[in-house]
């Protein structure tokens, strides 16, 4: 046969090794920013883990950044990196018998964290539970929606990430691209993050999402106040999930989170778990609190509770 | 049998009469007599109260109350009228007003003050703008008065480590029919499968 012939030709052999290595180092350039690209494309792609950044560095990132997305979004938009205060353990109250299941919070927490519009992603699940049935989440709904809430007979459960004291998701990043933070909120950083998604399959509350796509932000919706490890945009390719609202509630005075402003009904609660004056101490020393897989020893700072 | 029972009902009336005059009398000369309750009150006081101590007439930041528009200050029609307090139902104004809160446990002039009509009463007498209305409701739902107190029940908003925003009861319960009216929700999220 004649094509085996060539491929015995040992100067053919030579010439298919010397090809892939030629293969490999034009792959290996590909992935490299171009020799023209700007200094910025640079700077990112060798810019260290968050938590490895001195604080020069840290300036210089967070100087860049807020130039590329002011660019972008064509205003002028804030990336502070406010480190967590000392004496500061977050915790957060949902009171069950007060939710109605309107989705408020859903949509605000949308506009303040700046999630993708399309593709479409919520950091706050809602479900729709049975009273008959308690919190059996086999028979949660998601999808609900008549004229009006709450329908009969139903109570209502939003589920967003539970900032465990144990987080199993940080466990599992091969890449300590997450982490918590001794405020107890745990974070992401967007520009470590390789997306393996492995954080996501380990949250027991599916409280991380995906962007799939390079998220659609409208810049007219875009909110400029952002925190690198909070709600900052995104890139295509990397996990997200609730911080708190930590571009919020890491200041002096921090307002509290965009979910707890907008509820109509005032179910929804947040505090220092280590002051004993906070509405967070009150609900836990004085209401019937409920955490949710408490049996994953995940230990949540989200306290389910009844107030009646 | 009957008149044993009635004659209970004399004691008993007299009794009242008598507790009415003391807290009248308690109210009226204000300071040694307030300082009196404040301890009574301290002394029992619940383990929470005790965990959270409050200043005696502590303020709450809250909004104006949430008026039907050009209904305030009720004197503007009232000034001209005689206070009539006999319990009945009203004919010729307020028909819109349909109590669905304790009905035929109570009137108007239970809440609402007969002779300052831009005012409600406690009810020890004690006569209270409506800006002040949630000691008024806290009477009754003193659970929920003790909830919203620490920000637990209702809405609080403002700063979690600083300057926190009230509302009212009736920025949110219809005093007249309090239960929270049904709301449309917004949007379910995407089905992952129409996610394209």
């Known amino acids: 046969m ?51 950044l001195s604080p020069e560095d840290l300036k210089g990132v967070l100087a860049r950044l807020e130039k590329e997305y002011s660019e972008k979004y064509k205003k002028a938009v804030k990336v502070r990196a406010t480190p967590p205060v000392e004496g500061i353990l977050f915790g957060y109250g949902l009171d069950l018998s007060r939710c109605i299941g309107c989705r408020r919070c859903v949509y605000a927490c949308v506009g303040e964290n700046n999630q993708s519009r399309d593709p479409q992603i919520h950091w706050i699940r809602v479900l729709q539970l049975n009273k008959e049935r308690g919190v059996d989440l086999e028979d949660a ?59 996501m ?13 390079k998220p659609g932000l409208p810049p007219a919706e875009m909110n400029p106040e952002t925190h690198y490890l909070g709600n900052r945009p995104r890139p295509v390719g990397v996990v997200e999930k609730c911080t708190f609202c930590i571009q919020r509630v890491r200041n002096t005075p921090g307002r509290y989170t965009a979910c707890v402003e907008i509820c109509p009904v005032g179910a929804r609660k947040f505090g220092n778990l280590l002051d004993p004056e906070s509405e967070m101490r009150y609900i836990i020393e004085n209401k019937r609190v409920f955490i949710l897989k408490e049996d994953l020893n995940t230990r949540p700072k989200f306290y389910y509770f009844y107030a009646t | 049998m009957k008149r044993e029972y009635l004659r209970y009902g004399r004691v008993l009336a007299a009794a009242a ?14 300071a040694p007599a307030l300082g009196k ?26 909004p104006p109350p949430p008026f039907t528009p050009g209904i305030f200050p009720c004197s503007d029609c009232h000034k001209e009228m005689k206070p009539n307090p006999k319990r009945r ?13 304790a009905q035929g446990e109570r009137w108007c002039l239970d809440c609402h003050d007969t002779y300052d009509r831009d005012k409600l009463h406690l009810v020890n007498g004690q006569r209270i703008g409506f800006e002040e209305s949630y000691r008024l409701c806290g009477q009754c739902h003193g659970d929920k008065y003790r909830d919203w107190k620490v920000g637990v029940h209702g809405k609080r ?40």
């Open chain 1, 2 to 52: 004649p094509t085996q012939g060539k491929c015995d030709d040992p100067a053919f052999r030579m010439s298919r090794r010397k090809m892939m290595k030629g293969v490999a180092a034009v792959l290996g350039a590909m992935a490299l920013p171009a020799k023209d690209a700007p200094a910025s494309v640079w700077e990112s792609f060798f810019q260290k883990n968050f938590r490895e």
């Open chain 1, 141 to 199: 709904e998601q999808y609900y929606n008549p004229a009006k809430v709450p329908e009969k007979g139903h109570f209502y459960m939003p589920v967003q990430c539970q900032q465990c004291e144990y987080p199993p998701c940080v466990k599992v990043c091969p890449v300590q691209a997450t982490w918590k933070e001794r405020d107890g909120i745990t974070v992401v950083d967007y520009n470590w993050c390789i997306g393996c998604r492995y954080c």
């Open chain 1, 201 to 213: 399959a380990a949250c027991p509350y599916g409280a991380r999402h995906f962007n799939w796509k």
């Open chain 2, 17 to 30: 009469v008598v507790v009415c005059l003391s807290a009248w009398s308690a109210f009226a000369a204000p």
């Open chain 2, 37 to 62: 309750e404040k301890d009574a009150r301290a002394a029992a006081s619940s383990p929470s109260d005790k965990q959270f101590p409050e200043p005696a007439n502590r303020q709450f930041p809250v």
């Open chain 2, 89 to 101: 139902e009203l004919k010729d104004e307020h028909t819109n007003i349909v109590l669905n809160h």
């Open chain 2, 157 to 196: 908003t403002g700063m979690w480590n600083g300057e926190k925003q009230y509302l009212l009861c009736v920025n949110c319960h219809n005093p007249h029919d309090p239960r929270f009216k049904p709301l449309a929700p917004m949007p379910p999220p995407v089905r992952p499968g129409d996610i394209r």
